[in-house]
């Protein structure tokens, strides 16, 4: 898993991590709004 | 008396929240398939570069969110423009529903920017055109939801409406020398510059590159236009609130 | 256009008499840019060398944040007194009246700016202040441009000088920018004080106009 990206491949993952959290909040904002 | 053009009756909600309605959940699938077949290709897929090696597929990321950073900008500026010349509530609730995804994606654009040039050129950041100018977007950002929470009164946003299309367009106007001045000031000093590409690109990256752009664009657009119903709901109903305050007949 | 001129000197005459009877007003900025002048050995060693090469741009970025101090109060008196309704009554355009504003604004709290930095610099061991006397004497004017435009906007919200500082940041980019690097003197002095003195002119077209508009819709 860690060598999946490379020697460098967590850089790659956290950059994932960034946009799936990004894009979570930003999801769960809108819902609370919706309720 | 000549009729108004057809698409006018969009700036109403009675049209503009059904046609929405019937889009997001298309906007929303295109968004998953978009994204996860981009970056399946992109990630899994697509070869190893040959100077770059694999940190390059945060690329997949890092341009997407950039794109959608500046034109969710200059959106915000179109609407405000249309919103002070025609007044109509629509266009001040696009441009302040932009502003919070068009901020995730500045600084998703920062994040991973940064992400990727660590393992590449072995610092977080560099003060290069491109970034500073990037670093600049996300502080117009910010710059403008502060306003526009600074200055609205409860119950009437008529002024933070104005407010922030006069501050979205005054920086619209201003990035062309923005963007002058910086790159200016960057080959003053001579400044490192961190480039993309140079070597060639396989089919599977621009086709990953080409799918994940798409993807997000849909989301950018979905996310977007499912807030702009909410601010558009929330005032139509605080509009309501007047004359039943009252004791109107309406 | 008689009436016009009258209520231009009117407008001017109250805005002088007003600022310098309040000497906090213009004597701020000036403490200001010392205090943060001081603050600069202090922060970054004492090394001759050093502050000599760094001088000029640690002036220029003390000026322009001196600049951001008196933006917060510079439409609220006005409105809330009533005058600046008056204004917009009188028969001086609007954008002429925000541009004496301003111009008194700036000759009491910018222009002592432009005679005061050099004096700085000479403290710092720069041996040609005069590039930065140059620099300011275009920048100043333009900062104080930008920042009218940021009051206008922030008027009726309780906005300190951190909401103005983050607004006006990017627009201001291209003046500290050129601004520096005229001040810095060498080979791009130059042209950076021509781009300089252009964006200036440009501002002076339209910012007036533009804070005009602002105030106007910000009075509805």
Request: proline share 6%; charged share 10%.
């Amino acid at each position: 898993m860690n060598e999946l990206f490379g020697e460098h491949g967590a850089f790659v993952w956290i950059s994932l991590a960034a946009v799936a959290i990004g894009i979570a909040v930003e999801l769960w904002t809108l819902r609370r709004a919706t309720r | 008396m000549t009729t108004p053009h057809p698409l006018w009756r969009y700036a109403s909600p009675a049209h503009f929240l059904p046609l929405t309605g019937r889009l997001l959940p298309l906007l929303w699938l295109l968004a998953a398939l978009g994204i996860g077949a981009g970056l399946t290709l992109g990630l899994f897929i697509a070869p190893t570069d040959a100077q770059q090696g694999e940190t390059y597929r945060i690329l997949y990321l890092h341009v997407p969110a950039a794109w959608i950073a500046m034109v969710c900008y200059g959106a915000m500026a179109f609407w405000a423009l249309w919103g002070l010349a025609w007044k109509t509530r629509l266009a001040f609730v696009l441009m302040r529903a932009l502003a919070p995804t068009g901020t995730l994606f500045a600084v998703l654009t920062l994040i991973t920017g940064s992400l990727w040039g660590r393992p590449m050129w072995g610092t977080w950041w560099v003060w290069d055109a491109r970034l500073t100018s990037a670093l600049l977007l996300a502080l117009l950002y910010v710059g403008f939801i502060a306003l526009t929470t600074a200055v609205d009164t409860p119950d009437d946003p008529r002024r933070g409406d104005q407010a922030g299309a006069l501050l979205a367009l005054v920086g619209a106007l201003n990035l062309p020398v923005l963007y002058f001045s910086v790159t200016w000031w960057n080959t003053l000093h001579q400044g490192a510059s961190i480039n993309l590409r140079g070597s060639s690109i396989a089919p599977q990256m621009l086709a990953g590159l080409l799918l994940s752009t798409l993807g997000f664009w849909a989301y950018a657009g979905a996310a977007v236009l499912t807030r702009a119903r909410l601010l558009l709901q929330a005032r139509v109903e605080s509009e309501a609130r007047w004359p039943r305050a009252i004791g109107s007949l309406a | 256009m008689g009436a016009a001129l009258q209520a231009a000197a009117a407008i001017t005459r109250r805005e002088w008499s007003g600022t310098l009877r309040q000497p906090a007003e213009w004597l701020t900025p000036l403490a200001f840019v010392v205090g943060v002048a001081l603050m600069f050995p202090l922060g970054l060693g004492p090394e001759p060398a050093r502050l000599r090469e760094l001088a000029p741009g640690l002036l220029w970025i003390a000026a322009l944040l001196a600049s951001l101090l008196s933006l917060p109060r510079l439409f609220a008196a006005d409105l809330a007194d009533g005058s600046l309704e008056q204004w917009w009554l009188s028969p001086l355009p609007r954008p002429l009246a925000v541009a004496l504003k301003l111009a008194v604004h700036w000759a009491l709290s910018g222009l002592p700016l432009v005679l005061l930095a050099p004096l700085l610099a000479l403290a710092f061991g720069v041996e040609d202040p005069l590039p930065l006397a140059l620099s300011l004497l275009l920048g100043t004017p333009a900062l104080a441009l930008l920042g009218g435009l940021g009051a206008a906007l922030v008027l009726h919200a309780r906005a300190g000088a951190g909401l103005l500082a983050l607004l006006l940041l990017p627009l201001q980019v291209p003046v500290l920018v050129f601004g520096t690097a005229a001040a810095n003197g060498g080979a791009n002095a130059d042209s950076a004080l021509l781009l300089l003195g252009a964006w200036l002119a440009v501002l002076l077209a339209l910012a007036p106009w533009a804070t005009a508009a602002a105030l106007s819709l910000m009075l509805d």
